[in-house]
């Protein structure tokens, strides 16, 4: 699993920090800031209601083996 952001999109709402806090930090202002970019599987439930949740839609997850 790899996180990607798509940082012209993300407008620093702070949806996906409130659902999943291990990976993602948004700085006051700022955009946001992937903590753990290959997190584990047990963090996926979390990182998918981030990505729905967010509201510009910068958040993508991608099936990978790296
Ligand atoms: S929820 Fe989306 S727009 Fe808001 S900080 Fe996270 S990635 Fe950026």
Same mark, same amino acid.
């Given at each position: 699993m790899? *996180? *990607?952001a798509d940082l012209d999109l993300c407008q620093?709402?702070?949806a996906c920090q409130?659902?999943?806090p291990?990976?993602?930090t948004v700085p006051k202002h700022g955009?946001?800031?992937i903590l753990d970019p290959n997190p584990s599987? @047990?963090?996926r439930a979390a990182i998918e209601l981030a990505v729905r949740y967010?509201?510009?839609r910068a958040l993508s997850v991608? @099936?990978?083996?790296?």
């Open positions: 790899k *996180i *990607i620093g709402h702070a409130a659902e999943a291990e990976v993602f955009h946001v800031e599987p @047990d963090a967010c509201p510009t991608t @099936d990978g083996d790296d």
